[in-house]
């Protein structure tokens, strides 16, 4: 069968048509679906480093930004009281505690803690009735009621947690869990 450029005319943009839904397709399914799900953690140990302490993190949702020292170097990281006891967190009498990474596991930028589900919804067109953590790069959300888990956007793996323990009202941070992605891959 000969092609003429009446056949081409229909040709290429129909190829085209079906590459670009083919491709959103499966961006779709990776966005949505693809994500890496949180277990218990394996943990490395650390220098012990006070982060909070419990009265400053008295209601859920409070949250403090901190660094912390590993291998590599400082470690951007946040801990924050949750309205519910998730793994790798820690619970003192009533109150539950996580400790985060802040760097995002798609491309390493740092994401932020974002306290209006409205806005996240605005920027990060990701609607939850709760807080979460966004990366203002690529627009992915981290929930920390599911321990960090990456929920939409690029990020497939979810945010590192730090060990966290109490000591009398103080909260230390006494290591990360391993892999420290995107830091260290092992």
């Known amino acids: 069968m000969k092609l003429n450029r009446r056949d081409l005319i229909w040709i290429f943009p129909s190829a085209i048509t079906a590459g670009f839904f083919g491709w959103l397709g499966w961006r779709t399914v990776y966005i949505q679906l693809l994500k890496t799900g949180v277990g218990a953690p394996v943990w490395k140990d650390?220098?012990?480093?006070?982060?909070?302490?419990?009265?400053?993190?008295?209601?859920?949702?409070?949250?403090?930004?901190?660094?912390?020292?590993?291998?590599?170097?400082?470690?951007?990281?946040?801990?924050?009281?949750?309205?519910?006891?998730?793994?790798?967190?820690?619970?003192?009498?009533?109150?539950?505690?996580?400790?985060?990474?802040?760097?995002?596991?798609h491309l390493g930028c740092t994401v932020n803690f974002v306290d209006n589900p409205e806005l996240g919804a605005i920027a990060y067109n990701h609607r939850t009735d709760h807080p979460f953590?966004?990366?203002?790069?690529?627009?992915?959300?981290?929930?920390?009621?599911?321990?960090?888990?990456?929920?939409?956007?690029?990020?497939?793996?979810?945010?590192?947690r730090l060990r966290l323990e109490a000591q009398g009202q103080e909260l230390y941070v006494t290591g990360h869990e391993v892999p420290l992605r995107p830091l260290e891959e092992s």
Do not use: E, M, N
């Open 46 to 105: 650390g220098p012990k480093v006070q982060v909070a302490s419990v009265a400053k993190l008295s209601t859920p949702w409070k949250f403090k930004y901190f660094r912390y020292p590993y291998a590599g170097g400082s470690l951007r990281a946040v801990v924050f009281s949750l309205p519910k006891a998730v793994p790798g967190g820690l619970s003192v009498d009533d109150k539950h505690f996580l400790a985060l990474s802040r760097i995002c596991t």
């Open 133 to 160: 953590l966004g990366c203002p790069c690529h627009f992915g959300a981290y929930d920390p009621l599911q321990a960090g888990k990456a929920v939409y956007g690029p990020p497939r793996y979810p945010l590192p």
